[in-house]
């Protein structure tokens, strides 16, 4: 008995070893997966660094530190360029570039409030969630 039913048992085995390597590669074809999941989330996270950064940022302006300002702030834009593309994104980028821009021209107190509205807007899609 046992020696009619290992061939097929051998047989069974091979045909879902072979079915399974079949199907397994084209798992991410059907859902969001692989790179494009790793994508998002690295642009989620550069967006949670950029709205860090300009946080600090604003901080350091509310303190009058414009050396800390200046660091902060340009670490913000540099990740939040890496974001991606979206509206909030972009919004938050340009109030950066002008806190930047304001932060270098010694007015920190214009620089930190365009810091403050670059973590609204970078923060803007975490509370839509």
Do not use: W
Request: glycine share 8%; aromatic share 2%; hydrophobic share 40%.
């Amino acid at each position: 008995m046992i020696r009619d039913t290992m061939p097929r048992a051998v047989a069974l085995a091979a045909r879902c070893v072979l079915v399974t390597a079949m199907v397994l590669p084209l798992q991410p074809v059907f859902g969001e997966g692989g790179a494009r999941r790793d994508m998002i989330r690295a642009e989620e996270q550069h967006r949670q660094e950029a709205v860090m950064h300009a946080q600090e940022a604003a901080d350091h302006g509310k303190q009058g530190h414009p050396g800390a300002f200046l660091t902060s702030a340009e670490a913000a834009l540099q990740s939040a360029l890496k974001a991606g593309e979206a509206p909030h994104v972009d919004a938050g980028i340009g109030e950066l570039k002008q806190a930047n821009e304001h932060g270098k021209a010694g007015h920190v107190d214009v620089a930190t409030k365009h810091a403050e509205q670059a973590v609204i807007h970078l923060s803007e899609k975490y509370r839509s969630r």
